[in-house]
Structure formats: structure tokens, C-alpha cells
């Protein structure tokens, strides 16, 4: 097996045990990233002379190499979450959880494409091009994480971290087969991440095994005084509660996420992806939740009225890129956010902007807080009677590139699966389940209940004990 | 409901954006959609509901009144587009 083929875990054992050294590490990285950069463009920033790791760190993912997806701000590292008008951007100062990486040993080769402003599901919004699907070029790598996903996929890196504000991390993991965990909102200081919608932005890994998430998530979880949004709860511990043991354990699958919409190919792989479980000792079985059918207006709605306010940042003077030809401050702004914005930012904006605007706050803005509470809810109900829910991680597999670009409609529904989970602040992991008959990637997702984040990560621990779907990587993903 | 394109002109100004004619136009029709799809919400009986904006019930987060170090001046200047004499440099504001 091939070093890239490793597991991070497995990689910070060889590591440790002085079977593979530190610069034999980023070298291997650094080949596998020369090799897959020209055909599947994950990275916007390749560092060139990468920080060692800190000496000392008791890590198990010491001196393993990672990258971060660019809207993560690093000290010293241009940070352009794919815009134009971010410039080149240079933060002076590193996120919270780079700093905590870092100190546990992390080694940083980059940061990672994205959608614009993480605002897309295919990575295509990125003004610096689209990624595509190492499984597949000529497809798309999910999004917005999309270059985190594809860049593990590849082999370019071992872990990376993404953020997910309605499925960004899942929906890039399952269409890429590698595992990708959303942690409960306010587990991870949000310190550092440039904002899409604060109370559904939340930073998590993108790796090939839960085993991985949960040693990163022990790394990134706690509490910051530089996020008022942070929880103060127990953090660490996650690797070391693995047990794989499902015996009691009650799944629940949401009638309304297997209806009509869904691919019959990744309807049988998640299907299937219960038996797994069951057959560890889990008992499955369905249930209606019928809130489903209002889940994507909701998000939509929420998510554009807080990016509307939070771009507002973005005007041409303090950081970042400024437009030319402008007579007065007002014209300074406006043109610089005109052309410094790509479309579908400026949808989102717009759209925003009217849900929040006299006349109209009620009907929509209020309307969507509302049904996050019926929502969160029916989510509370469930897990009334189940420990964790099984659902799709996306409707289909990944689609080909453009396709979604000329139906933005068409792209928000299918957020369907992951956004309820943002909207309720609950934990939810995406795990390779199969492959459909083109070859390409399924994902399954699980859900926890808020703080579950334990059990989403020990039943992923459990299935990945009995397949292999993500220990394979892609083949020929190389050629441009 | 009707989306036009003084409503789309109104929202521009507010958000600080200029649509070229045929970008305006485009914006328009997808932005009807994307509401007339958003108007499935009304199908759901919401009377009685407390909106959520937060997740969790977090109160009067605090911190120690403690004075840190925040970003250093040079730094921060060093990432503006255009700074002079240590300050933003933006066109005359006041006539």
C-alpha cells in the first residue's frame, strides 16, 4: 500500500514509530499534489515551504500532513474563499483551530478550493475554477468543500478541514467517498472562519475514516472566548470512545428522505448501509418526518439574510480587492461589489437582502425562523425514540460539471438531506456506502442528536469495521 | 409573487450592487423562482411559534474584562487597498 493510501491515524503511527519520517511525509504529499493539482484543481495556495510540526505534540496525527479550505483564515497565508474581491488577502492572524491543530502537530501544504464564499454545492462558483471529482474529471466534487474533499480523495493530503453551513463538508465527502463529520453547532470556535451564515456555520474534517474525524475533532473541539457562540462542554476523548458496538442502539430512517427525488442506486447503497448496521446490533426502522418537504426554503432563507449582512464587510477599503473608475465613496462600493462579487454570490446577497427588507421581513426572514423551531422539533421528537437517524447523503451521485450551474433552483433542492441538520444545530457524518454503476461515489449520512457527536462517530467506526468502500481510492485521477 | 425589476433595482441599492441590463434581467426571472418556491412555507401552520434564531439558549455571554493584545496596526493596514499616513484611504466623504 502506497503511503497516500494510509489513513492519517495510520500514517501518525508510522510517524511516531520512525518507519516513515516527517519530511518523507510532506514529500510524498507534496508528489501526490504536483501529480493530481493540473487535473483536479483542489488547491487555490500550495505552501511552498511548509511549517514543521510542532515538537512535542502528543497528537496521534503529529507531523501528518492537511491542508485547510481558504475561507479559514491562516497567519500569513493569502485566505481568498475563491473571490475575486477578497485579493490577495493575507490574514494576520490564524483561526482558532489552526492555532490548535498547529500546536498539535499539523503540518499546513495549502488551502483548498471552494465554492465562492462557500455558497454552491459543485465547487464550480470558485474564481479560480471548478474542482473536479478525482473518480471522474469530468464531474463535479461537490461543494462547497469540494478541493478538502477531492484533495483526500486524491491522496494529496491526509485530513483536511472544511466548513459546512448547510451540507458542505457531507455532500463533497459522499460524492468523493471519503468520511466528512459536521460536528454539533458550537463545539468548534468559528474564530477565524470568514462568515457565510453564523448560526449555521460550523468547521469539521474531511478525511478517509470516522477514526480520523474523531482524532481531529479532539484537536478542534472546545470552548473559545473568541466565539460567544462556543459551548462550554467536554471536549476530547472522541478516538478513544470508539468501540464499533451498536448492540441497543436504535436507527431511525426518515420515510421522507427515501421518496420521491432520490436515485434508486443510492437508495439500495443506504439501504444496504443498514443492514451493515443492524447486523452489528442496532434495530432500524422507519418513521415519517414530514418536515422535510420545508426544510430547503427555510435554509435558503436564513442562510441568504445573514450572508446579505455579513458581505456587507466586504466594500473595497479595509482589506482585499478594489475596483477602479469611482467619483465618490458610494460609487467606491458599489463597483467594487459589483464586479468583485461572482453571480451566484450576488443572488444570495440579493435574495437576502429582499427576505430582510420592509414589507417583506415577515413573510419570509420570520416565517423561515418559525419553521426552524418546528423543525428543531420534530428533529427533538425523533430522537425521542431513536439514538441516530440514517438518511442520503445527497439525492444522486455527482453531477457532471455546468449541469447545476444553469438552475440555481435546481442546485438548492439538492441540498435537501443535509441542510435540516444545520438548521437544528445537530452532529451529522457523511461515510462512503458504494458505488452506483457509473462508478461513482454514495454516501450515507448519520445524524445524532445535539452533542451526539460520540455515537454519529462510533456507528461510522462500526460500519467502516465492516466495509471497505473507504479505503478505495480513485483510479487515473491524474490525467488532465 | 411578482418579482419585477424595480424590485430588483431597490434591493441592488440597498446591497450596494449595480446589475448590468441583461445580468438584471436573468436575476429577475430566477429570483421569482427561487421565491415562488420559498412560498411552499406558507403551507406550514406556523401561528403560535417563538422564531429561533439561535440554536441553543446561550444568555449574556461574558467575557473577563481583560485588555489583550488584538491585531497589530502595521499588519492590518497592510492588507488595505489603498492607506496613507496610517488610515484607510477612501474618497472625500463631506463636502
Known sequence: ????????????????????????????????????????????????????????????????????????????????????????????????????????????????????????????????????????????????????????????????????????????????????????????????????????????????????????????????????????????????????????????????????GLDGEVRSAVLAAAEVLKARGATVEEFALPVMEYVVPAYYIIACAEASSNLSRFDGVKYGWRAEGYEDLGELYTRTRTQGFGTEVKRRILLGTFVLSSGYYDAYYKKALQTKAVIKAAFDRAFEQYDLLLTPVAPTTAPKLGESLTDPLKMYLSDIYTVSVNLAGLPALSMPCGFDSKGLPIGAQLIGPALGDAAVLNAAYGFQLDTDYHRQSPKGGDEV | MKITEEMVDYISQLSRLQLPQEEKTAMTAQLEGIVAYMDVLNRLDTSGVEPVSHIFPLKNVTRSDEVVPSGDREELLANGPAVKDGAFLVPKTVE
Open chain 1, 1 to 260: 500500500m502506497e503511503l497516500f493510501e494510509l489513513t492519517a491515524l495510520e500514517l501518525g503511527e508510522k510517524l511516531r514509530s520512525g518507519e516513515v519520517t516527517r519530511e518523507e511525509a510532506v514529500e510524498a504529499a507534496r508528489a501526490r499534489i504536483r501529480a493530481a493539482q493540473p487535473a483536479n484543481n483542489a488547491f487555490v495556495t500550495v505552501t511552498e515551504a511548509p511549517a514543521p510540526a510542532a515538537e512535542g505534540a502528543a497528537s496521534p496525527l503529529a507531523g501528518v500532513p492537511m491542508a485547510y479550505k481558504d475561507n479559514i483564515c491562516t497567519r500569513g497565508v493569502r485566505t481568498t474563499c475563491a473571490s475575486k474581491i477578497l485579493g490577495d488577502f493575507t490574514p494576520c492572524y490564524d483561526a482558532t483551530v489552526v492555532e490548535r491543530l498547529a500546536a498539535a502537530g499539523a503540518v499546513s501544504l495549502g488551502k483548498l478550493n471552494m465554492d465562492e464564499f462557500a455558497m454552491g454545492s459543485t465547487s464550480e462558483t470558485s474564481c479560480f475554477g471548478a474542482v473536479k471529482n478525482p473518480w471522474d474529471l469530468t464531474r463535479a466534487a461537490g461543494g462547497s468543500s469540494g478541493g478538502a474533499a477531492a484533495a483526500v480523495a486524491a491522496g494529496e493530503v491526509w485530513y483536511a478541514i472544511g466548513s459546512d453551513t448547510g451540507g458542505s463538508i457531507r455532500q463533497p465527502a459522499a460524492y468523493c467517498s471519503v468520511t466528512g463529520m459536521k460536528p454539533t453547532y458550537g463545539t468548534v470556535s468559528r474564530y477565524g472562519l470568514i462568515a457565510y451564515a453564523s448560526s449555521l456555520d460550523q468547521m469539521g474534517p474531511i478525511a478517509r475514516s470516522a477514526a480520523d474525524c474523531a482524532a481531529v475533532l479532539d484537536v478542534m473541539m472546545g470552548k473559545d472566548a473568541r466565539d460567544s457562540t462556543s459551548l462550554d462542554v467536554p471536549a476530547g476523548g472522541l478516538l478513544a470512545s470508539l468501540t464499533g458496538d451498536l448492540r441497543g442502539k436504535k436507527i431511525g430512517l426518515p420515510a421522507d428522505c427515501f421518496g420521491d
